[in-house]
């Protein structure tokens, strides 16, 4: 057989077995918006359940619209004493007032049927109840003591990772030390940005002074 017929038999053989096309990701279940958040680890999907937690998911999306996590970190790191390859990381706004938006009910799980199982997206919060506002935990491993119960209002679950599982885990496994029982990040991940993937944005419309200060 001559060296060319071998060619043309080589480039029919790749064009018949050659790599299949990536399909692009199919669409969420109706109820589901996805937030794509870039952090200096790596990228992490989430997707929230706005059918089952309307509150607290529309409170994240209008921080997400808004760009109000953009440049926020995340800050702390809770392992487990027993198992540390378990437990949650923290972040957010901090207390950056400039970003803060206003105060919303609270969702229980035991009202909204979501639980805080491994991945799961809740929101932080104070003591109160209705103190929630741009500060969000991911957990790794369950944590069902922070579920509602009985007058125990817990912490409001409102969505789940879909991808980057293993960036929240190599975030939990950085160096930790000083408050919060010594649970913050020595140095914290910076959140590059945060976006939805589906649907069109919808910001507040609110003033970003956090932004005015940058441009002076």
Same mark, same amino acid.
Request: hydrophobic share 40%; net charge positive.
């Given at each position: ?39 200096? +680890? /790596?990228? =992490?999907?989430? !997707?929230?359940? $706005? ?8 409170? *994240? ?56 199982? +491994? /991945?799961? =997206?809740?929101? !932080?919060?104070? $003591? ?8 969000? *935990? ?62 069109? !944005?919808?910001? $507040? ?12």
């Amino acid at each position: 057989m001559t060296p060319f017929r071998l060619l043309i038999l080589a480039l029919a053989a790749l064009t018949l077995t050659g790599p299949t096309i990536a399909q692009p990701a199919k669409k969420p279940a109706p109820g589901i918006v996805r937030v794509r958040m870039v952090t200096a +680890d /790596g990228p =992490i999907i989430l !997707a929230l359940d $706005t059918r089952r937690a309307p509150v607290t998911s529309a409170n *994240f999306l209008s921080y997400v619209d808004d760009g109000r996590f953009d440049g926020a970190v995340i800050y702390r790191s809770a392992r487990s004493r027993n198992a540390p390859q378990y437990g949650f990381i923290q972040g957010g706004i901090r207390t950056d007032a400039r970003r803060i938006l206003p105060p919303f009910k609270h969702e229980r799980t035991d009202q909204t049927g979501l639980h805080h199982i +491994d /991945g799961t =997206i809740s929101m !932080a919060r104070r $003591t109160e109840p209705n103190s929630a506002g741009g500060n969000f *935990f991911i957990t790794v491993g369950a944590l069902p003591s922070f579920d509602a119960k009985g007058d125990f209002p817990g912490y409001a679950a409102f969505g789940h990772v879909v991808g980057g599982m293993d960036t929240v885990k190599r975030i939990l496994a950085q160096p930790t030390g000083g408050g919060m029982r010594g649970q913050m990040l020595l140095s914290p991940i910076k959140v590059i940005n945060a976006r939805r993937l589906d649907g069109p !944005a919808k910001p $507040t419309g609110l003033v970003k002074p956090w932004l005015i200060d940058r441009k002076k």
